[in-house]
């Protein structure tokens, strides 16, 4: 059960990522991302994120595509554009990358017998749920980064509005 | 529920994910295709980190992808600014035209 649904996951995960790069126009290319973003919270589901897998749909397909998906509408950029030049130098890097990782990844020793008999966070049979282990060690151990992070997002949210706007028109002293 | 898939799976599918989105600014001109791509690397780390917290047995992983998400979110934001402020000057989504800053 668990090898099926992951190979369905990651199945359209990698058709989507790649349709996502393919498609000459950005309308399709959000919507695939879309399906990709749906399908990695379904991952998340089966490695026992849920809380994280709620987060996956709320904020990135509910608010960053949407994002994305209103700026492309706003300036209607349906105009065919081309591909680099040089696609196939990029491809080719692309798929030398891909062995390397392949035989990193074969060569290593990933097996993590050693570690499971360390204390179970992530399954233990305790009454605690995801959300409840997620936001105990966020408000605990990384509460400074959280609040870093909540600064970030300040940050992000002046500098949109500043960037985005219209120049205002000059105010004259009468 | 055991989980029987392997960890490296999870590896090889996340370095897929990832070196798609690299592939991806390497050979497109649209900007708003590049962003994209980014958004796909970020999301090819996080299927890594959630699936270390899943075999690590440690919940710190998924506090990581939290924190790896508001820096996505906050990086459409400015991106996007930076495009439509962009757009503004230069009608046009190439990144080839876009070189004020060129010497």
């Known amino acids: ?174 | 529920m055991n989980n029987l898939v392997p960890l490296s799976y999870y590896m090889i599918l996340s370095g897929v994910v990832f070196l798609t989105g690299l592939v991806g600014v390497l050979i497109r001109r649209n900007i708003i295709i590049l962003l994209l791509s980014i958004e796909l690397m970020l999301n090819a780390t996080n299927i890594n980190f959630v699936a270390f917290s899943y075999y690590l047995h440690d919940i710190a992983g998924q506090v990581f992808v939290f924190f790896a998400l508001t820096v996505a979110a906050a990086e459409v934001a400015v991106g996007l600014a930076i495009f439509i402020a962009l757009y503004r000057g230069t009608p046009s989504v190439n990144v080839e035209e876009f070189n004020l800053m060129k010497g």
């Open chain 1, 1 to 174: 059960m668990g090898i099926f649904s992951f190979f369905y996951f990651a199945t359209v995960i990698v058709l989507c990522a790649i349709l996502v790069v393919a498609f000459r126009n950005p309308v399709y290319s959000v919507i695939s991302l879309l399906v990709l973003f749906f399908h990695v919270a379904g991952l998340f589901v089966s490695l026992h994120a849920e809380f994280l897998a709620a987060v996956q749909i709320i904020v990135y397909a509910g608010a960053i595509l949407v994002l994305y998906l209103f700026v492309v509408m706003l300036l209607n950029l349906k105009r065919d554009d081309s591909y680099q030049r040089q696609v196939w130098i990029g491809v080719g890097l692309g798929a030398a990358a891909l062995g390397e990782v392949i035989y990193l990844i074969a060569k290593a020793k990933l097996e993590p017998a050693a570690l499971v008999n360390r204390v179970s966070q992530v399954t233990s049979g305790t009454q605690e749920g995801n959300t409840e282990m997620v936001g105990r060690l966020l408000y605990t151990k990384y509460l400074f980064p959280f609040e870093v992070a909540s600064l970030i997002l300040l940050v992000a949210m002046i500098g949109a509005i500043l960037l985005a706007k219209k120049a205002l028109p000059e105010v004259r002293d009468e």
